[in-house]
């Protein structure tokens, strides 16, 4: 029987390389999205919590309260635009793992395709071997039988 061998298989091989690393981009960009929300939950957590207590205390105690409120608020700025930053990469990377698997699916496909091929022009070859066969056991039985 003969073998089956994809003409495009190296092909195949660098796209599912391309999409297994676009996979790791992705999943790494997305655990840098989740550490800036989380980052983002927890200053919005701190700012709240230091928020109860400006009208408590000393005023050097609700001036230093003011102080690192102001503080933090620019650092939930700050931590918000990195999200709307990671965010775009996330779907950056989100976008070019769709295509890539997009371009592994169509070599596979390809493939596939092939090898229905293949297995159809087996078939074919064994039919006909069969055929032959089965008319050279006729024509045997015939001329024997005359």
Do not use: C, P
């Not at 592994?104 to 078939?123: A, H």
Request: a positive charge; glycine letters at 4%; hydrophobic letters at 30%.
């Amino acid at each position: 029987m003969k073998k089956y061998k994809f003409n495009l298989q190296k092909l195949l091989d660098i796209r599912a390389e391309q999409e297994e690393d676009s996979k790791i981009k992705f999943k790494e960009a997305k655990v840098e999205k989740e550490k800036v929300q989380d980052k983002l939950e927890w200053l919005n957590h701190e700012y709240h919590k230091y928020a109860e207590k400006t009208h408590m205390g000393t005023i050097i105690d609700k001036k230093l309260t003011w102080f690192y409120l102001e503080g933090m608020s620019k650092n939930i700025q700050n931590t918000n635009q990195e999200l709307i930053y990671k965010d775009k990469i996330l779907s950056e990377r989100r976008a070019d793992l769709k295509e890539k698997k997009i371009k592994s699916k169509t070599v596979e496909i390809l493939k596939q395709k092939d090898y229905q091929r293949f297995i159809k022009t087996l078939k074919q070859q064994e039919q006909k071997e069969n055929d032959e066969f089965a008319i050279s056991g006729f024509v045997r039985r015939i001329q024997g039988g005359e």
